[in-house]
């Protein structure tokens, strides 16, 4: 039987379409669109993600272009900003000029119009950045133009001569002997009209050239169109309904009672809302009704609604996939997270039908159409634009087509007829570039510099700043580690005792001055890092949770099952929730009745008593031999089939894969404590993004518990001696929960330890908790609230007092900071100050193979995660206004599921303010310690790591493990990198370094662990 051909439909554009094409057209446009959209996930599981994700297969560069196109953003910092770094000597013009060495590359020697390099002109275009940005600081002052140019009243030509060229002397030679040919007999301002008319008259032959095709066209939304005509914004209205609607939508059970059937999708919901007459009182929604009943007629296909719309707003076939991806981020913070429930939302207790997201744009292009009619029919208050067609209010429709004509035409920019001579004359005077010389030029060579010029806009010059600052730190990074590698005492292991502790870390930032205080008050104790899941695939329920939740990074799968079973008190009944626990621990305190009813009132003694609160709330410390308040099912015994837990092989495995990565399948000391870690605070809706970034904003104290049980399962030991990984029979493993807030920790299933292994943990706590006492003391130089001569034991009590306080508005800082990681062993990093901002996983390039197997499964559990971090931070940091939640002070949790600024608005997408405000952006420099031939292998088996290196999201540096040298990445080759610097300060400890300073510090080797004379200069 043969088919019917399709029907043939002819569109704007007079192409024959079928209906199945349009459709898989609008899909793939929605679908693709969406993919750029920055989301978190929900506050109760945080996921920290690269804003610009969805360029990631672009150059950084070019991805920051069109990223600022799309999110109409801002990337980088002022000039302003970046000339006062350069003022106060942060960064230097040899670190711009190495900076655009790097960046032309070969590019760099073209000359422009047969008059300068390349390179010359855009150092020339740097220089004038910083000399006007100080001439601008000067004259807002109050100092007079002459004095801010450091020239007499009445100057001469000799006098603007020795004032224009202080060049660097990365300026070539040629251009100083033009500058010494400068014509002094002509006096100074006749001199500099002539130059200035020449500027003009060559640039005026450029832009007439360029004047057709200087402008790009945008697709503009009508809202865009709207505005500009009328001053009058559709997307408030549009927003005012689309906001409350999606938060009552997405619900997670926030509110008690749901006013619609949100399983028949989007589109139902919003007509069981607005579909009854009283309900639309707003007058621009009056046509509403016929709107619905085309969504009857379409049956509620949201494609089908969405091709409608697009017919009657006659939007050219070209344009429609540009349309339709401005109008998905329109709302960006709603959009993105119906997007991201639609298609991992599973965990959550309430998803979303999948294709709401086209439902949602449907519904939004109807909305726009029915705000913008309705605008246009507005009488106008004053006259048209002139570039716009004349107002017809009765045919909306068809002004509304030819205003989309007239947006749509290439525009020239308005400032460059009148910026290009500006700059042109700028740049000569820098250069030294005669009347007389500029006059000879032939129209094609002005054409050329006028193009040079108008490409590096001011986002490339601040790109190039950035550049320059980023690499002046990373060239930091790198020879603090050559320099530190270099010294004898930093190459080995600390040696094995009776005596001695192993303490394997989450990679987190957070975990760096907690392993550094630790092995400066214990030269015995040695230190590992491992990403925060422990390399567990799990599910996780507590016994407070109704669902299982996946302890993860957003790259892995999670397929096994681990379930968290009530544990036993001593009269053999079961433990309740810790939420009764804490409740019990309250009232079990010997207060008065009326004084404890008065203490009742919870926010009130949050807020006035705080640390009374906790106490009081808090149950009273325990030695870590209590009985365990819950039990651990790894076996998925208690769970369904389709819910399996881990085979005893499979457990062998998993602490196989943990102990051969670290190089820790031999030298097993004989207490090992794995550390994951927490964040509790009060009144803190972004508590999740503080816990561990590899277990998406849950706790990994869990996942070192699991792998703690499984080690000291016999059964596993006895596997893993199998293969040659022998565990004393002395050794136990210890999970213990780092709160990184309070700076507290808790021990788990300490209780069958034997009494020897109880006394080697006593002495540990003892240790743990002093360098607890010092990473807070460390931590509080950061708050601005709190003195830099506190003492350590007031620092303790300080950060505890912090997750109590119902004010706070920044309990701690987390990975703020975070620009370096270094994935190799601890030898090369020990008693070197990393100021809390540095990644640092273990790995040993011994233990591992020919193909560094071993080394591409650790870098694809850390790569994504640590650079999603890194960009979040960095991109929030560089443009707040775009890529942060802005302040926390106006938020407010909507639906369970994210914050708003008020009722209304959009679902806040990134990091507050609060937690960005001491970051400095730089993206990550990973250190691998490995050889160039190995990593060049990894790298060709993993597309994912080689884009983010090719395309400079991250820089990769080799460490040589034998030799120790650095070896850059640059294109598809590795580079050796010199140090700078030969010598690397060095004190007796991290405080010494740090004590009464709040910036950011650059790295020092500790010499040794100070005396207690010396240390108590500052307790």
């Known amino acids: 039987m043969r088919l019917p051909e399709p029907t043939l439909v002819q569109d704007q554009s007079g192409e024959l379409t079928s209906p199945r094409l349009r459709r898989g057209r609008i899909a793939d446009a929605v679908r693709e669109a969406a993919e750029f959209l920055p989301v978190n996930g929900a506050l109760t599981r945080f ?130 002997e033009q500058q010494r040919q400068f014509d002094c007999a002509s006096s100074t301002a006749s001199w500099l009209a002539e130059l200035w008319s020449v500027c003009c008259e060559g640039t005026a032959v450029s832009q007439n050239r360029t004047a057709a095709d200087s402008g790009k066209a945008d697709t503009l939304r009508d809202r865009d169109l709207v505005l500009s005509l009328t001053g009058i914004d559709t997307d408030e209205l549009v927003n005012a309904v ?40 707003r007058d621009w929604l009056r046509n509403l009704r016929d709107e619905l009943r085309r969504f009857r007629e379409l049956q509620w296909d949201g494609i089908a609604v969405i091709e409608d719309l697009l017919h009657r707003m006659q939007i050219p076939e070209a344009d429609q996939q540009r349309y339709l991806q401005t109008t998905v981020h329109a709302l960006p913070g709603w959009t993105g997270m119906v997007h991201y429930l639609e298609n991992g939302g599973d965990w959550m207790p309430q998803s979303v039908p999948h294709g709401t997201l086209t439902e949602l744009v449907a519904l939004r292009l109807m909305l726009e159409h029915l705000a913008v009619t309705h605008v246009l029919r507005i009488p106008p208050a004053g006259q048209a634009s002139a570039s716009v067609p004349d107002f017809r209010p009765a045919e909306p429709d068809r002004h509304l087509r030819q205003l989309r004509i007239a947006g749509s035409r290439p525009r020239t920019s308005s400032s460059a007829p009148s910026q290009l001579p500006a700059d042109t004359f700028t740049i000569a005077q820098i250069l030294g570039w005669s009347p007389r010389q500029l006059s000879a030029l032939r129209p094609n060579a002005w054409a050329a510099l006028a193009d040079e010029i108008q490409a590096f806009d001011s986002r490339e010059v601040r790109r190039c700043f950035q550049s320059a600052w980023e690499g002046q730190q ?203 870690h927490a964040s509790q605070s009060i009144n803190n809706p972004w508590q999740s993004a503080d816990q561990c970034s590899f277990c998406c904003g849950r706790s990994s104290g869990l996942n070192a518990r699991v792998l703690a049980t499984m080690a000291n399962d016999h059964r596993v030991r006895r596997l893993l001696a199998e293969d040659g990984i022998r565990i004393p029979e002395d050794t136990v493993f210890v999970a213990l929960e780092h709160e990184t807030c309070g700076d507290t920790v808790e021990y788990y299933d300490v209780d069958y330890l034997t009494p020897v292994q109880q006394q080697r943990l006593d002495r540990a706590v003892n240790l743990v908790d002093e360098a607890l006492r010092r990473n807070a003391h460390e931590r509080c130089r950061r708050f601005t609230d709190v003195s830099l001569t506190i003492s350590r034991d007031a620092a303790a009590l300080c950060v505890e007092g912090r997750t109590a306080d119902l004010t706070q508005m920044c309990p701690e800082l987390s990975s703020s900071g975070n620009a370096w990681c270094f994935v190799g062993r601890r030898s090369s990093t020990r008693h070197l100050f990393l100021d809390r901002r540095a990644f640092l996983a273990s790995y040993d390039p011994f233990s591992d193979d020919e193909d560094g197997s071993q ?64 970051h400095e952006p730089r993206r990550l420099t990973w250190i691998v310690e490995t050889t160039t031939q190995i990593m060049s292998e990894v790298l060709s088996h993993d597309p994912a790591l080689r884009q983010l290196c090719d395309n400079e999201w991250l820089f990769l540096v080799v460490q040589d493990p034998v030799s120790g040298h650095l070896f850059r990445r640059q294109g598809q080759e590795f580079v050796r990198h010199q140090p700078r610097r030969t010598h690397l300060p060095e004190v007796c400890s991290s405080e010494r370094w740090y004590r009464g300073l709040r910036e950011n510090l650059s790295p020092v080797s500790i010499a040794g662990r100070a005396d207690e004379s010396d240390l108590s200069v500052h307790t």
Request: contains cysteine; aromatic residues 6%; proline residues 6%.
């Open 474 to 676: 990373r060239r930091q990074f790198l020879d603090a580690v050559s320099i530190h590698r270099q010294r004898g005492s930093s190459t080995a292991s600390p040696a094995l005792t009776a005596d001695s502790i192993q303490m394997i870390c989450c990679a987190d930032p957070c975990a760096e001055s907690f392993r550094r205080h630790l092995e400066e008050i214990d030269s015995a104790c040695e230190t590992f890092g491992v990403p925060g899941f422990f390399g567990l695939d799990i599910n996780v329920r507590s016994p407070d949770e109704s669902r299982f939740n996946p302890q993860v990074p957003v790259n892995v799968r999670a397929r096994r099952f681990i379930q968290q079973l009530p544990g036993y008190l001593p009269d053999g009944s079961l433990r309740g929730s810790p939420r009764q626990n804490r409740r019990a621990g309250f009232t079990s305190r010997g207060f008065s009745s009326v004084l404890e009813d008065w203490l009742n009132q919870r926010w009130l003694t949050r807020l006035l008593f705080p640390r009374i609160r906790q106490l009081c709330t808090t149950p009273p410390a325990q030695t870590p031999s209590g009985t365990a308040e819950s039990q651990l099912d790894c076996t998925g015994t208690s769970q369904s089939p389709e819910q399996p837990g881990y085979t005893v092989e499979e457990m062998a495995d998993a602490v196989r894969g943990t102990l051969d990565i670290i190089g820790l399948a031999q030298g097993i000391a004989p207490l090992v404590l794995l550390v994951g």
């Open 855 to 918: 080394l591409g499964r650790l870098l694809r559990m850390l790569v994504r995660t640590c650079v999603d971090v890194n960009l979040q931070y960095y991109f929030a940091s560089l443009d707040p206004e775009h890529y942060s939640a802005g302040s926390r002070l106006p938020h407010t949790v909507t639906s369970g599921i994210g914050v708003t600024h008020g009722h209304g608005q959009d679902l806040c997408v990134g990091l507050p303010r609060e937690m960005i405000q001491s």
């Open 242 to 281: 689309l906001s409350p609607l999606l938060a009552s939508f997405l619900d997670q059970g926030q509110v008690r009672w749901q006013p619609g059937d949100r399983r028949l999708g989007l589109l139902h919901f919003f007509a069981d809302l607005h579909g009854d007459p009283c309900v639309c009182s």
């Open 47 to 176: 996921r920290h993600q690269n804003p610009l994700h969805g360029f990631e297969h672009l150059p950084f560069a070019s991805a920051v272009r069109e990223a600022a196109l799309l999110h109409r953003s801002e990337i980088f910092l002022t000039e302003a900003e970046y000339a006062g770094m350069v003022e106060n000597g942060r960064l230097t013009f040899t670190d711009l000029y190495e900076s655009l060495q790097e960046d032309l590359a070969e590019n760099g020697t073209v000359m422009i119009g047969d008059l300068v390099s390349r390179f010359d002109l855009r150092l020339a275009l740097l220089r004038a950045v910083v000399a006007e940005q100080r001439l601008l600081h000067q004259v807002s002052t109050g100092r007079s133009l002459s004095d801010a140019l450091d020239l007499p009243e009445q100057p001469t030509a000799q006098d603007i001569r020795s004032h224009r060229t202080r060049l660097h002397p990365a300026v070539s030679s040629e251009l100083r």
